[in-house]
T-cell receptor, first 114, second 114 residues
Framework: EAQVTQNPRYLITVTGKKLTVTCSQNMNHEYMSWYRQDPGLGLRQIYYSMNVEVTDKGDVPEGYKVSRKEKRNFPLILESPSPNQTSLYFC?????????????FGDGTRLSIL | DAKTTQPNSMESNEEEPVHLPCNHSTISGTDYIHWYRQLPSQGPEYVIHGLTSNVNNRMASLAIAEDRKSSTLILHRATLRDAAVYYCILRDVFSMSNDYKLSFGAGTTVTVRA
């Protein structure tokens, strides 16, 4: 089944403890992106990647890192998480970069940073 | 991206059609109309998109007004699984931005009564 898989789905952790949220897609998509969704603020893009080894900052990249060593994987890294990074995170992918490309989303990762 | 206006909420009975309106009076000639939905506790899901002609797929139909200033997403027979927030957005195919991020407004919350 074509899908975007995120892990973990839920995580409660403490300030400063490094964590990684994994994202994997099995559709051979070139474009991948990370968003966070907060009440009243909607979806905000954190980082995106046009293809392997090509990543760029979105609107809210502070405190996050990403890598794209393989086409299928696009992990989101929080080196030193803080409470303001408590949020619902979504990974998305599309066949190619482009405004007319439908984006496919994972089911989300709910992070709570205490 | 140009702005869209949607009703805050709509209710429907199961197995009846649902017509979701979207106004986009400032649409440009290169804007495609896209619809996504987000079910509770899930990531956004692409539904359909179109430019001028009406479009059909397995999930829904998109009816676009002749002047393109409005459109309607049609769910032909609502099921309980169609209860979600539906987002209508415009995507400029010639956008100069290369982040291709999605940005949703408040959307329309659809409630389906059994």
């Amino acid at each position: 089944e074509a899908q975007v898989t995120q892990n973990p789905r839920y995580l409660i952790t403490v300030t400063g403890k490094k964590l990684t949220v994994t994202c994997s897609q099995n559709m051979n998509h070139e474009y991948m992106s990370w968003y966070r969704q907060d009440p009243g603020l909607g979806l905000r893009q954190i980082y995106y990647s046009m293809n392997v080894e090509v990543t760029d900052k979105g609107d809210v990249p502070e405190g996050y890192k990403v890598s794209r060593k393989e086409k299928r994987n696009f992990p989101l890294i929080l080196e030193s998480p803080s409470p303001n990074q408590t949020s619902l995170y979504f990974c998305a992918s599309s066949l190619m970069a482009g405004t007319n490309q439908p984006q496919h989303f994972g089911d989300g990762t709910r992070l709570s940073i205490l | 991206d140009a702005k869209t206006t949607q009703p805050n909420s709509m209710e429907s009975n199961e197995e009846e059609p649902v017509h979701l309106p979207c106004n986009h009076s400032t649409i440009s000639g290169t804007d495609y109309i896209h619809w996504y939905r987000q079910l509770p506790s899930q990531g956004p899901e692409y539904v359909i998109h179109g430019l001028t002609s009406n479009v059909n797929n397995r999930m829904a139909s998109l009816a676009i007004a002749e002047d393109r200033k409005s459109s309607t997403l049609i769910l032909h027979r609502a099921t309980l699984r169609d209860a979600a927030v539906y987002y209508c957005i415009l995507r400029d195919v010639f956008s100069m931005s290369n982040d291709y991020k999605l940005s949703f407004g408040a959307g329309t919350t659809v409630t389906v009564r059994a």
